[in-house]
């Protein structure tokens, strides 16, 4: 059992891989700054050194929602199994609508349904998890699209050209900021990695106390964070192109200076929350930042419907995985042949969603079309300045 | 409930950010003027540019330090 949980873990930490690379890399991808083969290895390598630097989420991220140690309840490896398969199934799932979604709130999701399912409803603390949960889904991606917005409106005023004399704009020359953007996506690649392996390192520490295997109370094991790390490295790799579509064209369109205060923004949320102990989700945080970078710039539109879909699909992270968690976890309650069942049926549905999406190929040299538009704004600059003008008369979006 | 902690991830995340986006903003106007044709001092504005790149690198790696934990034991 130890050894199947430790198997599933490693391939939740590949999907989130997969999942997130759209994070760090959908933005520079979009505008052309980095090509898109070169950018999954880019975010693959920073993911494998993030998840080296710093062990310290693996501690936090996982404990206290569900009620464990004494007074409490017992984690068992099958909550934990249970409780991944909804996060992986779910991970599938979003994946294959291109909607970027939290894998962590999956994972949370799951292993809450798995121990209501399993334990009872009072293994929920549920203090700790509007906490931990649902107010930092709210304030995520209010505060990364806040100060998102103000560095956009930042770093056009500050590099805006006029002809002192005739007031006309001269040539913006903007172009540092795609080079530029290749140092921020990667941050926010490293972030990813110091961000999200460690989830799956504290799950599998988890396990191994749980199956005592391992003293309570020490932090992971080499061999465990190699594997997390190693597994993640290659699910960013392996590059989600369809969420990379949605984040990188989908929500709005990205120019260089604003991809750039977009990252850095998406940055600078993630390594804040992450080391001042505030755990926000990667996924809402850089959703947040594309959205609030989207408004800051003239003349570009949210394409709030798209948004809406995505906040639906938040809103559905956690009841959805939460089912498949609880339905996991009352099977494997029934014992060996319930864990085999709940085991063949997960990967079937894991290979179905996978040969499903061979139906509709997305890969790097499709995921998103805008690359080569982005290189040609630079002959049509002034066809670009007219359009921007006169969107700006018009009348702005109502902002939320 | 953390509303201290909140405000200060919030706090944090606009500093950081702002100072790396008005920094390297600088040094993309200044690399701009310093490509003008009708510049008088472009060794001037190129190697301010190239300042403000700098400190925007060293911004960056100073938050990388203050995060690391390996640095700060």
Known sequence: MVALVIALALFFDFTNGFHDTANAMATPIATGAIKPKTAVALAAVLNLVGAFLSTEVAKTVSGGIIREGSGGVQITPDIIFAGLMGAVLWNMITWLKGLPSSSSHALFGGLIGAAIAGIGFSSVNLEVLLQKVILPAVFAPVIAGAVAYICTRLAYALTARHDPETGSKLTQKRGGFRTGQIFTSSLVALAHGTNDAQKTMGIITLVLIAAGTQPTGTGPQLWVIAACALAIAVGTYAGGWRIIRTMGSGLTEVKPAQGFAAETSTASAILASSHLGFALSTTQVASGSVIGSGMGRKGTTVRWNMVGKIALGWLFTLPAAGIVGALTALLVKTGVVGVVIAAVVGTAAVLFMFFYSRKSDVGHHNAVEVEEAGQAVRFAKKKALARARAKANKPKDTQR | ?73
Do not use: H, N
Request: glycine share 8%.
């Open chain 2, 1 to 73: 409930m953390k509303w201290l902690e909140l405000l200060t991830v919030g706090g944090a995340t606009l500093v950081a950010a702002v100072t790396v986006v008005v920094l390297y903003s600088f040094a993309v106007r200044l690399t701009a003027i310093a490509g003008d044709a009708e510049q008088a001092s472009p060794r001037l504005t190129r190697s301010l540019a190239y300042v403000c790149f700098g400190l925007c690198g060293l911004a960056v790696l100073y938050g990388l330090y203050l995060i690391i934990p390996y640095f700060s034991k």
